[in-house]
T-cell receptor, first 116, second 112 residues
Framework: EAGVTQFPSHSVIEKGQTVTLRCDPISGHDNLYWYRRVMGKEIKFLLHFVKESKQDESGMPNNRFLAERTGGTYSTLKVQPAELEDSGVYFC??????????????FGPGTRLLVL | GQQLNQSPQSMFIQEGEDVSMNCTSSSIFNTWLWYKQDPGEGPVLLIALYKAGELTSNGRLTAQFGITRKDSFLNISASIPSDVGIYFCAGPETGTASKLTFGTGTRLQVTL
C-alpha cells in the first residue's frame, strides 16, 4: 500500500510568487492534515480535512494560505503571495478513522519550501 | 494553545549507549505520542500511550505516560546508528479530536 505522497519535494521561490503544494493521502483515508515546521521550531498544525470539508483550520497563519480538497481525495495548499517567513517544511498526514485523536496519523515526506 | 517542551534539544552518544529524553507540558494531555523523523522523511509513529502511568515498549524503545498526565519519557536501549534522527513527542490538543501539538524535538546523533 502506498504511503502519503507529497509534491514537490523541494521548492525555491522568490518573495511575492505563488507556490502550490500537493498531498496524496493513503487511499481510503478520509482525514487529511497539513502541518508546518519552521526552521528549528516545533511542527505546527495548519488544518484538518474530513473528506472534502474543512474540519478545523485554526492553524492557518493568514489569508495568504488556501487549502483545498476537491472530491475528497488529494489536497493542495497554495501560498499566495509567498513571504520569507513562509519558509519551512510542509507535512501532510492522513488517517482512516473518524478523528477521535487516537488513530495513527501517517505523515508524508514533506515539501521543503524556501522563499528568497 | 498547549505547548510541549522537550529535553534535551540534542544528544551525541556512542553506539551501544542507552538514551533517555523527556517531554513536559504545563497542561494535561490524554494521549502521548512519540514520533521519529529520519532525514528527508516525515515523522513516523513509534509509540502511543493512552493511560496515565502506562509503560509501553516497542523493541528497544520504552515510553511512559506520566502519572500527572503532564509528562512522558522515551528511552532507547543499546543505541545503533539507525537510531539517528529527530524524536518528537506529540499529543492531541485538549478539546480537539486530532489536532496534534508537537514538541520541539530531540536530535539524536550516534557515533560508532
Amino acid at each position: 500500500e502506498a504511503g502519503v505522497t507529497q509534491f514537490p519535494s523541494h521548492s525555491v521561490i522568490e518573495k511575492g510568487q505563488t507556490v502550490t503544494l500537493r498531498c496524496d493521502p493513503i487511499s481510503g483515508h478520509d482525514n487529511l492534515y497539513w502541518y508546518r515546521r519552521v526552521m528549528g521550531k516545533e511542527i505546527k498544525f495548519l488544518l484538518h480535512f474530513v473528506k472534502e470539508s474543512k474540519q478545523d483550520e485554526s492553524g492557518m497563519p493568514n489569508n495568504r494560505f488556501l487549502a483545498e480538497r476537491t472530491g475528497g481525495t488529494y489536497s493542495t495548499l497554495k501560498v499566495q503571495p509567498a513571504e520569507l517567513e513562509d519558509s519551512g517544511v510542509y507535512f501532510c498526514a492522513s488517517s482512516s478513522l473518524p478523528g477521535q485523536g487516537t488513530e495513527t496519523q501517517y505523515f508524508g515526506p514533506g515539501t521543503r519550501l524556501l522563499v528568497l | 494553545g498547549q505547548q510541549l517542551n522537550q529535553s534535551p534539544q540534542s544528544m551525541f552518544i556512542q553506539e551501544g549507549e542507552d538514551v533517555s529524553m523527556n517531554c513536559t507540558s504545563s497542561s494535561i494531555f490524554n494521549t502521548w505520542l512519540w514520533y521519529k523523523q529520519d532525514p528527508g522523511e516525515g515523522p513516523v509513529l513509534l509509540i502511543a500511550l493512552y493511560k496515565a502511568g502506562e509503560l509501553t515498549s516497542n523493541g528497544r524503545l520504552t515510553a511512559q505516560f506520566g502519572i500527572t498526565r503532564k509528562d512522558s519519557f522515551l528511552n532507547i536501549s543499546a543505541s545503533i546508528p539507525s537510531d539517528v534522527g529527530i524524536y518528537f513527542c506529540a499529543g492531541p490538543e485538549t478539546g480537539t479530536a486530532s489536532k496534534l501539538t508537537f514538541g520541539t524535538g530531540t536530535r539524536l546523533q550516534v557515533t560508532l
